[in-house]
């Protein structure tokens, strides 16, 4: 088991940058993946971004390739996706998860292959 926190969400204007943290209540090696996902009101959430722990090899989706950034911090089991050039679009419900403990599962963006999730972070971009 892992409790996940994600924090950092706000109101921005378009253009501006955001950071997004999410904590982990354990050593974040024993998942091999962790991803960011956004949720727009009345949709399936959409991957936006994954790390492999092991080695921070990273994936992105196209939506936010060159401008959003994954990394984690070993020392505070915590990883990060860094947001610029924010655009209205970006509006969402953004969560951190991470896949089962020692699963082989690549990169995924595929909500179905992360097994815990945290609360969620809203974030606003306006025009």
């Known amino acids: 088991q892992v409790q996940l926190a994600e924090s950092g969400g706000g109101s921005v204007q378009a253009g501006e940058s955001l950071r997004l943290s999410c904590a982990a209540s354990r050593s974040i090696y024993i998942s091999n993946c962790v991803g960011w996902f956004r949720q727009y009101p009345g949709k399936e959430r959409e991957g936006v971004a994954a790390i492999y722990t092991g080695g921070r090899t990273t994936r992105y989706a196209d939506s936010v390739k060159g401008r959003f950034t994954i990394s984690q911090d070993d020392g505070k089991n915590t990883v990060y996706l860094h947001m610029t050039g924010l655009k209205p679009e970006d509006t969402a419900m953004y969560y951190c998860?991470?896949?089962?403990?020692?699963?082989?599962?690549?990169?995924?963006?595929?909500?179905?292959?992360?097994?815990?999730w945290g609360q969620g972070t809203q974030i606003t971009v306006s025009s």
């Open positions: 998860a991470a896949a089962p403990p020692f699963a082989n599962v690549g990169l995924p963006l595929e909500s179905e292959e992360y097994s815990y």
